[in-house]
């Protein structure tokens, strides 16, 4: 695989979105909703604060990863190469079609 399949980038934004989405602002200009529904299907003390709206709201960025108080975290490479591969990045401030 050509190390352009998983670029090196970090997460410059990420916002909480209604519905269980993030949405995500990479260092490569690109943006898009990421859909974490997947994540409440798994039960275990660092997934289970997810749950409350209200703790899922408070993600930040930690060391350019999404990540909420409770130390869970989400890799950013593998966020973007999930959205790129779904055809969900677009270029920063470019409406969707």
């Not at 997947?38 to 709206?53: A, I, S």
């Not at 993600?59 to 779904?86: K, S």
Request: aromatic letters at 10%.
């Amino acid at each position: 695989m050509a190390q352009a399949d998983f670029p090196m980038v970090d997460v410059l934004r990420v916002r909480a979105l209604d519905g269980r989405r993030l949405s995500l602002r990479f260092s490569d200009g690109s943006e898009g909703d990421y859909d974490c529904t997947h994540l409440f299907e798994k039960d275990g003390p660092m997934v289970q604060p997810l749950k409350d709206p209200a703790f899922f709201a408070r993600v930040f960025i930690e060391e350019g990863a999404p990540t909420w108080p409770n130390g869970f975290d989400l890799d950013p490479i593998a966020l973007y190469v999930r959205l790129r591969d779904a055809g969900a990045l677009k270029a920063a401030g470019v409406a969707a079609e």
